[in-house]
């Protein structure tokens, strides 16, 4: 039978506690429960060589002027399908299939729903600002506001980049 390793509880210090001015304790040195066995690296080294290191992923100046473009308008023109002020067929080219076919069918449920209440589809005024969120090489996610005389939509897209070309894969608006 092998024995636990030893359990070292160390009590955080009080704000008034110390001298003014001196340095904090370090994170690891306040409210915490560590085990120590005396194996492995101390807390605080440097990462062991074998361990992988997390890479901002990057975009060609290309892709990123162009998502940059296209984010915006994209997303202006979905949220005009989703009031139904444009047809679906518009977007078609930018969108998967699987998506363009969720998109169909709720504009058919709009367009039903404003025949029995007689709203008027609404106007978009302008998209706001946008944010690019590189995932991979391939993928990127993507958020935008595109405010309407009504409300304000956020959305949040993925594009996905398949042969030589963007796509919308995937969309969420709130």
Request: net charge positive.
């Amino acid at each position: 039978m092998t024995a636990a390793p030893a359990l070292t509880l160390i009590r955080p210090l009080p704000a008034s506690a110390g001298t003014r001015g001196a340095p904090a304790a370090p994170p690891a040195a306040r409210g915490t429960v560590s085990a120590s066995s005396g194996s492995g690296p101390p807390s605080g080294a440097a990462p062991a060589a074998d361990t992988p290191q997390r890479r901002p992923h990057t975009l060609s100046q290309e892709d990123f002027a162009l998502l940059d473009q296209m984010v915006p308008a994209l997303g202006t023109a979905l949220v005009e399908v989703l009031v139904g002020r444009r047809p679906v067929h518009s977007v078609e080219r930018w969108v998967t299939p699987e998506l363009c076919e969720r998109i169909r069918t709720h504009a058919a449920v709009r367009a039903s729903l404003s025949r029995h209440t007689g709203v008027r589809p609404d106007t978009v005024a302008a998209a706001g600002g946008h944010r690019l969120s590189p995932v991979s090489g391939t993928v990127v996610e993507a958020s935008v506001v595109v405010r309407t005389r009504r409300r304000a939509r956020a959305l949040a897209m993925r594009f996905e980049r398949t042969r030589a070309r963007w796509r919308l894969t995937e969309f969420v608006s709130v």
